[in-house]
């Protein structure tokens, strides 16, 4: 017996098992944004040894609070990792991945709402500066540019996993949730730490 046309179209009720392998496209976007991110953990990992890229202001912070810099540096040099395997695995053959696709595309999900959070605040204040007749820097505009273009990639990563591997509405909302969750946890860690006298208030 044939299924009728109805049940043909009604979508699976899980995730597919093998995502249906990435455009060359996606892989382009998806090793932007893993080198970005690494070279962001760069950073943070020099911030916390040699300190070759830090300003005259921000030395004089972290010698005046080097615990509590240490484990902010620590804790986003984990996130900035964390943002290169994802966008590594949302394109890499299934069997070399260690994460579910349901997992991953929440994850996915969650990094590209937590950057274009980041990246609409960024904007807000930029506009916020013009309307107050303060001029923004070129090299403040190149920085919120950047992550314009770093949160638009994973925009792209994350539209086009959910559609490969077959996902529910749920699973992007389940990352609107997580970035959600993961702002709040970041913005109660510095409280806490601003709490210990370990950061600046």
């Known amino acids: 017996m044939k299924p009728s046309a109805a049940s043909a179209q009604v979508p699976p009720l899980r995730p597919r098992a093998a995502p249906v392998p990435a455009s060359g496209g996606v892989r382009v976007v998806a090793g932007v944004a893993a080198v970005s991110c690494i070279g962001f953990a760069v950073v943070s990992l020099d911030l916390l040894t040699t300190g070759f890229f830090a300003s005259s202001g921000y030395d004089k912070l972290t010698s005046e609070y080097p615990i509590g810099f240490a484990v ?53 204040e930029g506009v916020g500066m013009l309307a107050g007749g303060e001029g923004i820097a070129p090299r403040e505009a190149a920085y919120v540019a950047f992550f314009a273009l770093y949160a638009a990639c994973y925009g792209v990563l994350a539209f086009s996993y959910h559609r490969r591997a077959g996902l529910r509405p749920r699973h992007a909302v389940l990352g609107l949730l997580g970035a959600a969750m993961l702002g709040c946890g970041m913005a109660a860690t510095f409280m806490a730490l601003a709490a210990l006298d370990l950061v600046p208030a």
């Open 72 to 124: 902010a540096n620590v804790l986003v040099l984990a996130l900035k990792l964390a943002g290169a395997a994802v966008a590594v695995l949302s394109v890499v053959p299934p069997r070399h991945r260690f994460l579910g696709p349901a997992v991953l595309g929440v994850c996915l999900w969650s990094a590209f709402a937590t950057l274009a959070v980041y990246c609409a605040g960024s904007v807000a």
